[in-house]
């Protein structure tokens, strides 16, 4: 990647603690644009894109469920980012305190900062299964390096993952590890390292994403891969896979529980936010589609189950690697590179948990990582027992009218019921609040003062932010409750 911009290693104002709080990251702002799209893409693009995005594809059929993600990305997802971006940019805050501050400062209700709050316990929750799923893609890289998957075939692959999943004590080590890394670049202040990873190896990644491509070409079934892809075949879409797929949406652009606000606080007040949302959404969905035509060609060229599960990555590119010419050098790379992108993923997951309590408790930045470093390992148990210990203890809820059932969650470990809990429910429903602050509460001086787009831009903008966004979150969420199809049935009854 080739910049311009002055050097982006240091944000401007580090070190200078503001006059009213305790010094914190929070004044501090990214030296050029170009280093908040880095961050926030760094942000994005994690195990969302290259694991979730080809597993929930493959769990919902393939197409309409990509086309589904596709539309939310672009009707819901960037609208709700620049909102996100300029509300952080306005409070300058941790998400709670900045809800309340702008609450504040437009006349309305202090309890805006629950926002910020709803945002603080997702992330939370998310980083505790993330960090478990991260520590896969870890063990993977010594297994990789070491030739283990060197000529397997598919059932074999399989045996290794299930004996990597089915240890609970493995599984704990690697979260371990990878909870650790995380807290540590948490601890010392969230820029500087991680700028410079993101400018060198997220490219990496790509590259290597692009040399996968070329194998998935030569599998012989890139063309049905493709057509798994982007071939919509609505039979196969359900009420479930039209909520995950918006709640992928906010889930892989780390949208809707102030990640993006905290990043967005640290912006200079010149750069536009508009650009910096659609390079970071381009950016996101372009990886994804490329995870999923690597994945989807090699699934079946090796006659596997494209609903395989959250395994499906672990249990697909380890064929192609030890198929491949030099696929060890690759496979260990491509898993190294997974880490990296999952950790700096990871970190702003944490970050509005960490810059929240530093301020409400008045502990240090290292205090504040530490315990909650503990925290989130804690309850990462859950994710590492469901898929050995309780993997039996699985919950289902369906709700049954005369007019149907709908399923909202069906044989949900643990694992699945948080994800399910946080990816389609929490995210979007902060993702609603931000778009109805944004849209609805916030002057309008304010927000074309700090979007600095054209009148045509922030017309389109403003349509998408108070209608178009707010009215497919709820109806997406009345369809998932069966609300939809009860009005439907009464309406032609
Ligand atoms: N977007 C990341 C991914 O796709 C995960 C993530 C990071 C996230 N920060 C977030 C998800 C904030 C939701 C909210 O892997």
Redesign the pocket.
């Known amino acids: 990647m080739s910049d311009s911009v002055p050097p982006v290693t240091e944000p401007s104002a580090s070190g200078e603690p503001s006059a009213n709080q305790k010094p914190s990251a929070n004044r501090e702002q990214w030296s050029s644009r170009l280093v908040f799209v880095l961050a926030a893409t760094g942000?994005?693009?994690?195990?969302?894109?290259i694991w979730k995005f080809p597993y929930i594809t493959g769990e919902f059929g393939g197409g309409a469920f990509v086309l589904i993600y596709l539309i939310c990305i672009a009707s819901i997802g960037i609208p709700i980012m620049m909102a996100e971006i300029m509300l952080g940019r306005r409070g300058r805050q941790d998400p709670v305190t900045t809800m309340k501050r702008l609450a504040k400062e437009s006349g309305h209700s202090r309890a805006w900062g629950l926002l910020g709050w709803m945002g603080v316990i997702?992330?939370f929750l998310?980083l505790s299964y993330?960090s478990v799923i991260a520590g896969w893609a870890m063990a993977y890289v010594p297994q990789m390096a070491s030739g283990t998957f060197t000529g397997l075939d598919a059932q074999a692959v399989n045996t290794v993952f299930s004996t990597l999943v089915g240890s609970p004590e493995t599984l704990i080590a690697w979260h371990s590890l990878f909870l650790i890394m995380t807290m540590t670049v948490v601890a010392r202040g969230v820029r500087g390292g991680l700028e410079k990873a993101v400018t060198y190896l997220m490219p990496m990644l790509f590259v290597l994403l692009v040399i996968l491509i070329f194998y998935a070409m030569g599998t012989g079934h890139f063309a049905v891969g493709l057509s798994y892809l982007f071939n919509p075949d609505f039979s196969k879409i359900t009420t479930e896979g039209v909520l995950s797929a918006m709640g992928h949406a906010?889930?892989?652009?780390?949208?809707?529980?102030g990640?993006i606000m905290v990043y967005g606080s640290y912006l200079p007040d010149n750069t536009s936010i508009a650009k910096a949302a659609f390079a970071v959404a381009f950016m996101d969905t372009l990886v994804a589609l490329l995870a999923g035509m690597i994945i989807f060609p090699i699934v079946f060229a090796n006659s596997l189950e494209p609903g395989a599960g959250p395994g499906l990555i672990f249990k697909t590119l380890p064929l192609a690697f030890g198929q491949m010419n030099y696929g060890t050098f690759f496979g260990t790379l491509f898993f190294i590179l997974l880490v990296f992108a999952a950790w700096t993923?990871s970190i702003?997951?944490i970050e509005p948990a960490i810059t929240w309590s530093m301020k409400t408790f008045q502990i240090s930045r290292i205090k504040a990582s530490v315990i909650s470093g503990i925290l989130v390992w804690l309850m990462g148990l859950l994710t590492v027992f469901s898929f050995n210990i309780t993997s039996d203890f699985t919950i289902s809820s369906i709700i049954s009218t005369r007019y149907g059932e709908f399923v909202i969650l069906k044989d949900a470990t643990a694992f699945d019921f948080l994800d399910y809990l946080t990816s389609n429910i929490m995210?979007p429903l902060g993702g609603l609040m931000i778009a109805i602050y944004a849209g609805w509460l916030m002057k309008k001086d304010y927000s074309r003062d700090e979007l600095e787009i054209s009148r045509f831009w922030y017309a389109i903008w403003s349509i998408l932010v108070r209608y178009v966004a707010p009215v497919m979150v709820i109806i997406v969420f009345l369809n998932a409750m069966g609300v939809v199809a009860f009005v439907r049935s009464i309406m032609s009854a």
């Open positions: 942000s994005a693009v994690g195990l969302g894109n997702a992330g998310i993330y906010f889930f892989t652009l780390s949208l809707g529980m990640a993923s702003s997951l995210l």
